[in-house]
């Protein structure tokens, strides 16, 4: 018989991702009603039968209950309840069911008995990983290196992994080394960018169509889950994928197959999901703009990359990296200038460390590219001194022109407003929490604040 753990009430309590960076998924089984209410059974084998049977792996001494009465089934990072030819049947929110799979907060009625499936979220603590990188990702300091160690201890499995952090912290990078150290690696890496698509093509985009489907469907189209066959799905900027897509979504990932648009034929969906959010997907949650379920489903590990300014001791490595042997090694720059380059708070992280080690590469040597240097004109600038870079990527250029923009908002800000930062954050109508963050991510301290 498993083990139970023993609570005074039967309270709902949803539980989400830590704020600090690894958390893994764990699922249990709550009696609501029965012989003893608040007693919790963990989801820790891969098959569990539950019954009245003392043979059975979660017990349950009620006569309305069958010896063997359902059984649930781990599947990748999926849970199947299976009835097992009870007398009274299994019940899955109202309906009796065979078999289905379970989403967090379904209840489960046997006989009297009724259970909830709960999720819960567990603060990992890892040994760092004696690796200094893992696939394309680089990093000595300890949080990329305990990161290191849970990537290469979940990238063997078919665990959904989701991965949150700032722009340019190297999601992308950490999606490649888990496709490259996974069972799947030798299929495709398909890549869906929800907030490169437009709103009205990304259901396109995800499932495929046929032709005749919506006007301008001039033929059939395979989708990402149908090209990613036998490989990795990676959904990107996943806080940009619309709401009424959200259960659409949840259902090919629990159903395991879908549709093209205007087609009426099944397809299989053979992948492993990895997702990525540069939006706390939680709060998105609690905001109403993200479905709670398929934040679930998707978040059975849950990994958040550290922005640059929080692991200064990687710049030196990831520097000379990019140099690739092309000007002298960081550790042999002058003082003053690495000085410079270890205080500027990257606001765009590894993306514009690297687009400044490039700089340095073409105007030939560091102290010309150093932070202070780095808002090279590619335009004439706006009044306000923001300063448009027409010739990158249009996805880039808008990431660092928004992130010109929060740092010179805020300078303003708290030059102007009166009442601390308090002042400044009702001023500007956002939480003060919020408003530390983007002080913090600018390296703008409380010296600028209106005396």
Not at 171 to 188: C, F, L, T
Not at 210 to 222: D, E, H, L, M, P
Request: hydrophobic share 40%; proline share 6%.
């Amino acid at each position: 018989m498993a083990a139970g753990e023993k609570q005074m009430a039967a309270t709902k309590a949803m539980s989400h991702p830590q704020a600090g960076g690894l958390s893994m998924q764990r699922c249990m089984l709550v009696q609501l009603q029965g012989p003893d209410p608040g007693m919790r059974y963990q989801l820790d084998r891969p098959v569990l039968v539950v019954g009245k049977s003392p043979e059975c792996d979660i017990q349950i001494p009620d006569e309305t209950v069958s010896r063997r009465h359902f059984e649930i089934v781990a599947e990748a990072d999926r849970y199947l309840l299976r009835d097992l030819g009870s007398t009274n049947g299994t019940m899955l929110d109202g309906a009796e069911v065979k078999e289905a799979f379970l989403r967090p907060g379904a209840s489960i009625k046997a006989g009297q008995v009724v259970l909830r499936f709960q999720t819960a979220f567990d603060a990992i603590r890892l040994e760092p990983s004696p690796s200094e990188r893992f696939g394309p990702l680089l990093g000595k300091s300890v949080v990329m290196r305990q990161i290191f160690a849970l990537l290469e201890r979940v990238a063997p499995t078919e665990n959904t992994v989701l991965l949150t952090g700032e722009t340019g912290t190297g999601k992308g990078e950490a999606v490649r080394g888990i496709h490259a150290a996974s069972a799947r690696r030798r299929g495709p890496l398909v890549v869906v960018d929800c907030g490169a698509v437009a709103p009205t093509l990304i259901e396109s985009e995800l499932f495929g169509h046929v032709r005749g489907a919506f006007t301008g469907a001039s033929s059939n189209r395979s989708g990402a889950l149908e090209l990613s066959k036998g490989g990795t799905l990676f959904i990107d900027e996943l806080d940009d994928l619309p709401l009424e897509l959200q259960p659409k979504l949840l259902r090919v990932l629990e159903e395991r197959e879908f549709k093209r648009l205007g087609s009426g034929r099944s397809i299989g969906f053979d992948a492993r999901v990895v997702a990525a959010s540069k939006k706390d997907l939680w709060m998105e949650v609690e905001a109403g703009r993200f479905r709670q379920d398929l934040f679930f489903r998707l978040s059975v590990v849950s990994i958040k990359l550290p922005p640059l300014r929080e692991r200064r001791e990687d710049i030196g490595l990831l520097v000379d990296h990019f140099l690739r042997g092309r000007l002298e090694p960081f550790e042999q720059w002058p003082e003053h200038v690495r000085h410079r380059w270890l205080e500027y708070s990257w606001p765009g992280n590894v993306r514009e460390l690297r687009n400044a080690v490039d700089r340095a590469l073409a105007m030939g040597g560091p102290e010309a590219a150093a932070p202070a240097n780095l808002a090279v004109e590619a335009a004439p600038s706006s009044s306000d001194g923001l300063v448009p870079e027409y010739h990158l990527p249009f996805k880039e250029a808008k990431e660092r022109l928004l992130a010109q923009f929060e740092r010179e908002y805020v300078r303003r800000l708290l030059q102007r407003a009166e009442g601390g930062v308090a002042g400044a954050a009702r001023q500007a109508g956002i939480d003060r929490k919020h408003l530390y963050k983007l002080m913090e991510k600018h390296g703008l301290g409380r010296h600028l604040l209106k005396k």
